[in-house]
């Protein structure tokens, strides 16, 4: 048997705060019906009939763990090495300690980084050594994900 992809009104995606939501029907990603993350972000819920989102994009894992929001943690479970964002509502299984490690201190230099723009507003970003390294290495790991 071959599987068969959900129609557009059956696919559906679970959040932390409203359980499962659909993507509305006037949404340019309502036809999809596959995606090669489970994740999306949205810019929008909206409730109806069911509770919708719009203005949805899927996002990969690096993406998800280097932007997203809560803080990162890792922990030892059954002999794996988790990462989890959000207290754990977001969780992936790490291929060892050293890259579960290495995915926080990217994301710890990329969250300083981003702290000290703030702080100075005409920091150039990609013309800075440490700026530019940070960079570089996100657009690869997420380039060849």
Request: proline share 6%; charged share 25%; glycine share 4%.
């Given at each position: 048997?071959?599987?068969?992809?959900?129609?557009?009104?059956?696919?559906?995606?679970?959040?932390?705060?409203?359980?499962?939501?659909?993507?509305?029907?006037?949404?340019v990603n309502f036809q999809v019906r596959h995606y090669e993350?489970?994740?999306?972000?949205?810019?929008?819920?909206?409730?109806?009939?069911?509770?919708?989102?719009?203005?949805?994009?899927?996002?990969?894992?690096?993406?998800?763990?280097?932007?997203?929001?809560?803080?990162?943690?890792?922990?030892?479970?059954?002999?794996?090495?988790?990462?989890?964002?959000?207290?754990?509502?977001?969780?992936f299984i790490a291929a060892s300690h050293e890259v579960a490690?290495?995915?926080?201190?990217?994301?710890?230099?990329?969250?300083?980084?981003?702290?000290?723009?703030?702080?100075?507003?005409?920091?150039?970003?990609?013309?800075?050594?440490?700026?530019?390294?940070?960079?570089?290495?996100?657009?690869?790991?997420?380039?060849?994900?």
């Amino acid at each position: 048997a071959v599987p068969k992809a959900p129609k557009p009104e059956e696919l559906r995606f679970k959040t932390r705060d409203d359980g499962y939501v659909f993507i509305h029907p006037s949404s340019v990603n309502f036809q999809v019906r596959h995606y090669e993350s489970p994740y999306l972000v949205y810019h929008e819920k909206v409730k109806t009939s069911k509770v919708y989102i719009r203005d949805c994009s899927m996002v990969s894992v690096y993406p998800l763990l280097l932007f997203g929001g809560g803080n990162l943690r890792i922990d030892l479970e059954a002999g794996n090495f988790v990462i989890s964002l959000d207290d754990g509502w977001i969780r992936f299984i790490a291929a060892s300690h050293e890259v579960a490690e290495l995915v926080r201190e990217l994301r710890l230099e990329l969250d300083q980084l981003l702290a000290d723009k703030i702080e100075n507003p005409n920091m150039d970003l990609c013309n800075c050594p440490r700026g530019s390294r940070i960079i570089d290495t996100i657009v690869k790991l997420i380039s060849t994900q």
